[in-house]
């Protein structure tokens, strides 16, 4: 079965700081993956996407980057960490981007705070 | 871009009632999906939707693609105190999953 690991579960940086949160999935191959922000109080905002190695689409323009080296490894991060970089960010895996699927699968999330 | 109008906002209820939330799109999707997150977590699938005018259950869930293509609705039945959490719709037209801001539950024993 398919399964997705995020890691850390919590992180305090200081601001300036950079940041690498990692998420890797098993069971599967090619998986589409996503990463995802929500603020406190908040909905579930999309930041990045891949459809494959190297493929990294960014919807909202900001802080963070992507990176996907390997198939089943999704990468975020940031040079430097502002104060409005703190959230929950959720990484996500589907087989299928778009159309009929089962939805995406998230990782248990990773709780950033930026003091 | 596509935003999804989720309400309400957060629910208080009395265990054993029946709770009902729904959202809508400002444009069409063929796929809605219903998420629980419980505090500290992912969401977690629990209904997907691939038809207009489909109605799904799942349990004491129930779901329904409304027939406009732009709204869906989810119903819980008999409410208990585990199905305390954020409920997120989430719809699809061909692009990656747009999520509504949710809908806190809370369950008054």
């Known amino acids: 079965s398919q399964t997705i690991h995020q890691w850390p579960a919590t992180l305090v940086q200081p601001v300036g700081s950079p940041l690498s949160l990692e998420c890797t999935v098993e069971g599967t191959s090619n998986p589409n993956l996503y990463w995802y922000r929500q603020a406190a109080g908040r909905g579930l905002q999309l930041l990045f996407y891949?459809?494959?190695?190297?493929?990294i689409s960014s919807e909202v323009p900001q802080n963070l980057s992507a990176s996907r080296p390997q198939d089943r490894q999704f990468i975020l991060s940031s040079k430097k960490l502002l104060l409005s970089d703190s959230g929950f960010y959720l990484c996500a895996w589907s087989a299928f981007l778009t159309g009929s699927n089962y939805g995406y699968t998230f990782g248990s999330g990773t709780r950033l705070t930026v003091v | 871009g596509q935003q999804l109008n989720q309400s309400p906002q957060s629910m208080f209820i009395q265990e054993g009632e029946d709770v009902s939330m729904n959202c809508t799109s400002s444009?069409?999707?063929?796929?809605w999906l219903w998420y629980k997150q419980d505090p500290g977590e992912g969401p977690v699938l629990l209904i997907a939707l691939y038809k207009a005018g489909e109605l799904t259950s799942n349990g004491r869930l129930t779901a329904q693609f409304g027939i406009t293509r732009k709204d869906s609705f989810l119903n819980i039945s008999a409410s208990i105190p585990s199905d305390v959490g954020i409920y997120f719709c989430?719809?699809?037209?061909?692009?990656?999953?747009?999520f509504g801001k949710g809908t806190r539950l809370s369950v008054i024993a």
């Open positions: 891949s459809i494959g190695i190297d493929q």
């Open positions: 444009s069409i999707f063929n796929t």
């Open positions: 989430a719809g699809q037209l061909n692009t990656p999953l747009v």
